[in-house]
């Protein structure tokens, strides 16, 4: 008699080969029925784990046939027998479902920045991983419905194992198991905290047993090994062992490891990231620090999410807020052409928001205030300012740019008014470009900022008045002239700025005034300020 296996795996040797040509991944229930609906899961188990390797040709086909099989039994009750099963079949999926050194340099962005040369269509080792990985989430969520993951495994391989599977953006990862993973890791989290200070002690098993590791042959000399200011910081000689791919397994092999630390600092509270800084800080500094754009812009992201749980009491006992701003603001300066503009564009995404967020942290009292406002006045000094005067040709660093003014003023508030000497004239220069129409957003943008510094700087913007009327104006002019489509946002935002310009002027009278007079001399203004005039 044919054993029925056999036939699955000869269909599923059929679908795998289909799949790497984007047919369905799955095999339908027609050819499930030489199997019983409630087979053992022994019998599935030992037909099929002696027979996979890891991440080969054959794992996929069993794959494919434990999904089938598993979905086909559906809510059927385990037997005694099949627990061990579960179990074993658990271990197996785990054994193999990190993404290792065949994704390096996979992702949207790091495409181009490794020193591995890449063609444009991944390799079948990498499709077929990727699938793999794909069913293997599927596999995980189905025994968890039969026998949930918090039975049989430890805590610190499941979380691992899941917090790989997070982060969307991964090349590793769709958005159907990213979404699986995320919520078989909250039901599991659910369990875990249920356990009196089983999570706490979790996550440092994380931190120490698979974080520490894989960053341990990295070293940064501005901090000591407990995650404080090293005071005695001496600037090392270069070391050509940085680019070894071996002192930096946690970036050209397990490169899960830094979706698994986001996934933890994600989920730390102040006390932890107290009990657990010496753990957190070395590799942190370490991806912020990587020659990689891409690791730059994923360390100051993992930085701002570590900051939203961090004390001010903690980095001035440890002297760290000055070495992470020692470390992200030269950042503000990597923009075209020296930098490539679609990663200045994602270094400096994540750059920003850490930045402000230091100064939140770092400086969070009233008595504060100075520092924090000589902090952000870095910002817009050594990122916006400089940035635009280098840049201003590319016109999406442009438009960042620009949209980081709205962002910083409204967070210095009318301490901004010390900046408008050089904001007003620049937003006017955005506003007045002869070719501006051709980029519509970076006009929004710039109106919406011209907004932001009427709102926060409003008892200095009467000197101004004139300057911000002027560019308003020479965008809506260009605007009606070549008939932009999508124009009515930009035109409807250039009104709400008049109302609230003539609102900051107070004496409306005047106001009106100088309206009409710009009104007389271009027609085409008439409806820029037939709501006031």
């Not at 659910?190 to 706490?200: I, M, N, R």
């Amino acid at each position: 008699m044919t054993n029925p296996f056999e036939v699955l795996h000869n269909q599923a040797k059929e679908i795998a080969a289909r799949a790497l040509r984007s047919s369905p991944l799955s095999l339908d229930n027609n050819s499930l029925r030489s199997i019983p609906q409630d087979i053992p899961l022994g019998i599935l188990r030992d037909n099929l784990i002696q027979r996979a390797g890891n991440k080969s040709a054959e794992t996929l086909e069993c794959l494919i046939i434990a999904e089938a099989c598993l979905r086909r039994r559906g809510d059927t009750l385990l037997k005694t027998d099949d627990k061990n099963a579960v179990s074993e079949l658990y271990d197996w999926v785990l054994s193999f479902i990190l993404p290792e050194k065949e994704f390096v340099g996979r992702s949207d962005y790091e495409q181009g920045m490794a020193m591995i040369t890449y063609d444009d269509k991944p390799s079948p080792e990498v499709e077929r991983a990727r699938m793999c990985f794909t069913l293997a989430i599927q596999i995980l969520d189905l025994l968890n419905s039969a026998f949930p993951i918090s039975g049989p495994l430890e805590p610190q391989a499941v979380i691992v194992s899941l917090a790989a599977f997070t982060d969307e953006r991964d090349p590793w990862v769709d958005t159907e198991s990213c979404k699986t993973a995320t919520r078989l890791l909250q039901d599991f989290l659910e369990d875990l905290k249920h356990v009196k200070g089983k999570f706490a002690s979790t996550i440092e098993a994380i931190l120490k047993g698979t974080i520490r590791p894989l960053f341990a042959k990295s070293k940064n000399p501005a901090i000591t090994s407990q995650g404080r200011k090293n005071i005695r910081t001496v600037h090392a000689d270069y070391n050509s062992s940085v680019m070894d791919p071996e002192t930096k397994p946690w970036k050209y092999h397990h490169i899960y490891a830094v979706s698994v630390f986001r996934w933890v600092l994600r989920n730390l509270n102040a006390a932890l990231v107290e009990e657990n800084w010496p753990l957190i800080i070395p590799p942190l500094l370490t991806i912020i620090d990587d020659d990689w754009t891409e690791s730059k812009a994923k360390g100051c992201e993992l930085m701002s999410i570590l900051l939203q749980v961090t004390t001010s009491a903690t980095l001035s006992r440890t002297g760290l807020g000055e070495v992470f701003e020692d470390a992200i603001l030269p950042y503000l300066a990597y923009l075209p052409s020296l930098t490539p503009e679609k990663e200045s564009r994602r270094l400096l995404g994540e750059v920003y928001p850490a930045l402000v967020s230091l100064a939140r942290t770092r400086y969070p009292k009233q008595s504060d205030l100075n520092a924090r406002r000589k902090h952000l006045d870095k910002i817009v000094r050594q990122g916006i300012l400089y940035g635009y005067y280098h840049a201003h040709e590319h016109v999406k660093i442009t438009e960042f740019l620009v949209l980081q003014i709205s962002a910083l003023v409204d967070e210095m508030g009318v301490w901004s008014v010390k900046h408008l000497k050089d904001l007003v004239p620049l937003l006017s220069e955005v506003l007045a470009a002869p070719f501006g129409t051709a980029y519509p957003p970076l006009l929004l943008a710039a109106v919406n900022a011209i907004q932001a510094i009427i709102l926060n700087a409003w008892p200095r913007v009467t000197i101004y008045k004139g300057e911000i009327l002027s560019g308003l104006a020479m965008c809506w002019c260009r605007v009606e002239d070549d008939q932009l489509g999508g124009s009515h946002a930009i035109e409807e935002a250039i009104r709400d700025t008049i109302t609230l310009l003539t609102a900051a002027v107070g004496n409306t009278t005047i106001a009106k005034s100088d309206y009409a007079s710009l009104v007389n001399n271009d027609k085409r203004l008439l409806d820029m300020f037939k709501h006031i005039v």
